[in-house]
């Protein structure tokens, strides 16, 4: 069925929402941004946002699959079975850099909203940290491939050295988000490159 003047408006005032919601989560965070704030930001009515969303909670929900979505898509794009391991581990650290230089306030927001939400909110914590939880569990298949194809010293403990790769990755953004006028996020990366290549695939 063809899309009606109000489905395309509707979907329009739906993004609207969404930029605006994330704007100001991102200078306010959960707690501070109120409906009333989205609504004035988008230029739309409170009726209208909960008509889209129903509630803050779900508003949120939207904003960080929007967030989710977008990093994991560009992360494993190129991606696939002829690979070796080591190939797989450089093009997702080369699509993560290239994630970052394209929207590295969105990778900070998620993190900053989880430190907010243990906190605050435990439930929401907890849908934030599914995105680093996916992305851990990625890399873990990865490094299991690479062991078995013995790339990779067979004794590793891939999920610990996973979320040791994700949690450097998150410290390299920090990093590069307060030092944007010192440091290129690619030489950076490069840097971060040979550290975990020469540690894994040395043999």
């Not at 093009?91 to 927001?109: P, R, T, V």
Request: hydrophobic share 40%; aromatic share 8%; with cysteine.
């Amino acid at each position: 069925m063809a899309k009606t003047k109000k489905d395309f408006q509707s979907e329009k005032s739906r993004a609207a929402i969404l930029t605006a919601t994330r704007g100001l989560i991102s200078k306010h965070g959960f707690n501070g941004t109120t409906i009333d704030k989205v609504a004035a930001e988008a230029g739309l009515s409170k009726g209208s946002i909960f008509w889209h969303f129903e509630n803050k909670e779900n508003l949120f929900r939207a904003v960080v699959e929007g967030l989710r979505n977008s990093l994991l898509e560009g992360l494993l794009e190129g991606l696939s079975d002829g690979l070796s391991a080591k190939e797989k581990i450089v093009l997702m650290l080369d699509n993560y850099a290239s994630q970052i230089e394209k929207d590295c306030s969105g990778c900070i927001d998620i993190t900053v909203l989880i430190i907010e939400m243990v906190e605050t909110n435990p439930h929401m914590a907890d849908e934030l940290r599914d995105l680093f939880e996916q992305l851990t569990g990625y890399l873990a298949v990865i490094l299991d491939e690479g062991k078995k194809q013995g790339e990779i010293d067979a004794t590793l403990d891939s999920r610990m050295t996973a979320y040791a790769i994700v949690g450097n990755l998150e410290g390299l953004t920090v990093q590069y988000y307060l030092n944007r006028n010192k440091i290129q996020y690619g030489r950076l990366m490069e840097a971060y490159k040979n550290l975990v290549l020469n540690g894994l695939f040395s043999a």
